[in-house]
C-alpha cells in the first residue's frame, strides 16, 4: 500500500501571532452575523393572521343611492383584511389585527380655520339630520389595486355646511386620530399624524362623502371608524380615516405622502391611467379577486361626474 | 464538530434540502386553500422575493461560517443554498411575469379562457401574446428601476447555476470559477437594493438584508486585508 508522507509543515503555515489575536475580531464579527441573521429571518413573518372584522351593528334607515358602480362587490373579508392603514402596521394584515384596539366611541371632531363653527363637534352632532345612504364605489389603490366597495354614508358637503366656512376657506384639510397608546404604529415608517386635504369644490362634490358604514354595518375599525373619507376618483391615499380634525384653509394643504415622497405622490392624485407612478405604471390594475388585470379609467371611472373640477389643469404636472 | 461525510451526505443535506422547500410548499399551500391575502398573486411574488434574499445571505454566510467555525462540512451546503437563491429568485421572476405582466396583457383573457375551456389556443394568439410578453417585460425592465435592480441580479446567478457543476469547475479551472463565482457579491448587493427601491416607506426589512450582506461582505473584505498584511514584505532599510 502506498502511504502518502504527508508534507513537512513550512513556517508559512504557521498561525502567525497577529491573525491569532484576530481571533477575537472573528468572534465578534460571527456574533454579528448571527444577529443579523435572526434579524433577516425574523423580521417577516410567513403567515397571514389576517381575521375579517367581526360584524358590527346595523345601521337604520340607510337609502339606496343613484350614484354607484354597477359591479359585483368584493367581500367583506376583503375588504376588511386587506388596508393600508399604517398607524397599525405597514403589513396590509397589521390593522386586521391590530385595529380592534381603537376606541371609536365616544367620538369627536375638532373643527377648526376659515370657519364660524370652530370648536368640537361630537359625531352625534354631525350625524344629526343627515340620511345614510348606500354609496358603491370603485376603490383603486396607488400601489395597482382595487376593490369594489358598499359604503354607508352622507355627502361630505353637509357637514362642511355645518361648519360654515369662511370665503377664506378654499381648502379643506383632515387629520386622521393618532395615539401610539391605541396603535401599533411603527415611527419610522411615516410621520404621523396623517394629513390630507381636497379644494373646497372636491370637497363639496355630489360624490364625496363621508363614510360611517360598510356593508350596511357600522364600519369597522381597520376601514377607518368612525368617520372616513371616501373620493372614489381618487388614489386610496386621499381617503384618509378615523378623521379627528377638519380645518378649512387658504393655502393647499401637504398631505402625507406628499410630504413623504412629492416625486411620487402630488396632492391631487386622480387617478390617471397615462400618469404613472415613477416606480410602477398605472395603466391597469387588479381588481381584488381576479386574476387578469384590468385596465385602469381616467378619474376611475368618475369622469362624467368630476372632469369639469380640472378644466385647464394640467393633469401631468399636477399628479 | 465531527462528523462524518457519510452522515453530512445522507442524513444533513437531504434534510436541508428538503426544509429549503418549506416555503415553497408551505406557500402552495396557503394559496390553495385561501390562507394567503385578499391579494394571493402579490402575496407570491414578494414572498418568494424575500425567500430569494434570504437564500443568497445563506450563500454568503457558509464561507465565514466555515471558517469562525472550523468546520468545513458548512462548504458542502454552499451549492445548494445557492441554487435555492436561484430557484426561488426563478420562481419570483416567473411570479412577476405571469401576474404583472401576462395578467395584463389584451392577449391573456382569450388565452385563459380558451384553457380554461380546455381546448388548446390558437397558435396564432399565443404568438401574439408571446411577442406581447417579451415587448411588456422588455418595456418594464427599461423603464422601472428597481425591476432593471431585480433583474439584473437574477441574471447574475443564472452564469453561477449553470456552472454549479462539478464539471464547470473542471472545465473553468478552479481558479477562474472561483473569480466567476464571485459574481454573488454583486448578486448579495443588488437584492437588497432591489428591495430597498420597491417599498413605499419603512425601509426597515430591505435595511435588514442590506445590512446583513454588508456584515457578510466585509468580513471578506477585511479577510483579504488580513492575508495581503500576513504576506512576508522584504525589508527595505530607510536610510
Known sequence: MLIKRAADLRSSDITDRKAYLNRREFLAAAAATAAVATGVLGTEALVYAATPAPHGRKLENVKKSPFGADEKLNKWEEITTYNNFYEFG?????????????????????ID???????????????????????????RCVEAWSMVIPWVGFPLANL????????????????????????????????????????????????????????????????????????????????IKSISKIRFVEKQPLNTWQDQASSEYGFYANVNPSVNHPRWSQATERRIGEFLRRKTLMFNGYGDQVANLYTGMDLKRNF | MKLSDRTVRFAFKPIVFVASLMPLVYLVWAALTGNLSANPLSDLTNETGVWTLRFVCITLALTPLRKFTGWNGFIKFRRMAGLYAFFYGTLHLLTYAIA?????????????????M?????????????????????????????????????????????????????????????RLHRLVYVTGILGPLHYWWLVKADVSRPMAYAAAVAVLLGVRVYWSRARRAAVPVRLTIHA
Request: hydrophobic share 40%.
Open chain 1, 90 to 110: 405597514i403589513d396590509k394584515d397589521s390593522p386586521s389585527m391590530f385595529a380592534r384596539n381603537l376606541k371609536t366611541e365616544p367620538w369627536t371632531v375638532g
Open chain 1, 113 to 139: 380655520g376659515e370657519c364660524a363653527k370652530r370648536g368640537n363637534m361630537p359625531l352625534e352632532d354631525i350625524l344629526k339630520g343627515e340620511t345614510l345612504e348606500e354609496r358603491i364605489y370603485r376603490h
Open chain 1, 160 to 239: 362642511i355646511k355645518k361648519c360654515e366656512p369662511t370665503s377664506k376657506a378654499r381648502y379643506v384639510e383632515f387629520t386622521t386620530f393618532f395615539d401610539t397608546k391605541q396603535m401599533s404604529a411603527r415611527t419610522s415608517a411615516i410621520r404621523y399624524p396623517y394629513v390630507e386635504g381636497l379644494r373646497l369644490d372636491e370637497a363639496m362634490h355630489p360624490l364625496t362623502i363621508m363614510a360611517v358604514g360598510l356593508y350596511g354595518e357600522v364600519i369597522p375599525n381597520q376601514d377607518g371608524a368612525p368617520m372616513r373619507l371616501v373620493v372614489p376618483w381618487k388614489y386610496g391615499f386621499k381617503h
Open chain 2, 100 to 116: 404583472d405582466r401576462f395578467a395584463g396583457l389584451e392577449q391573456a383573457s382569450g388565452l385563459v379562457e380558451a384553457i380554461a
Open chain 2, 118 to 178: 380546455g381546448r388548446l389556443p390558437a397558435a396564432v394568439l399565443v404568438a401574439s401574446t408571446a411577442r406581447a410578453m417579451a415587448t411588456s417585460i422588455g418595456e418594464d425592465i427599461y423603464k422601472r428601476p428597481f425591476i432593471t435592480l431585480g433583474f439584473v441580479a437574477w441574471l447574475t446567478m443564472l452564469p453561477l447555476a449553470i456552472t454549479s457543476t462539478a464539471g464547470w469547475i473542471r472545465r473553468l479551472g478552479g481558479k477562474r470559477w472561483n
